[in-house]
């Protein structure tokens, strides 16, 4: 079972259908904390085009598959900032 929690953002219909053709991946997303979770949720539906959003998805893969916690070169999901609040309605 895949755990949908995270500290602000759902799991996203397309990161859900992702874990679920990579059974593999799926005992190490769980293992995240909803921090981090949180942070590749955030990070591959923030992109505005579809073609990014793959890009980055696919980069999910390989990295949980690596043992990596966090998307890399990524200052951190905007929504949890008070300061970023403005730039997201």
């Not at 995270?6 to 219909?13: E, G, P, R, Y």
């Not at 990014?52 to 998805?57: G, N, S, Y």
């Not at 980069?59 to 966090?70: A, C, F, I, N, P």
Request: positive net charge; aromatic residues 8%.
């Amino acid at each position: 079972m895949v755990t949908e929690t995270s500290a602000f953002h759902d799991l996203t219909n397309e990161l859900r259908a992702i874990l679920a053709k990579h059974p593999t991946l799926v005992e190490k997303w769980n293992a995240l904390t909803d921090i981090q979770r949180n942070e590749w949720i955030c990070w591959t539906s923030i992109a505005k085009q579809q073609a990014t959003r793959e890009r980055r998805i696919d980069r999910t893969v390989q990295d949980l598959r690596s043992g990596k916690k966090t998307p890399c070169c990524w200052p951190g999901c905007p929504h949890r900032r008070p300061s970023a609040a403005k730039w997201f309605k």
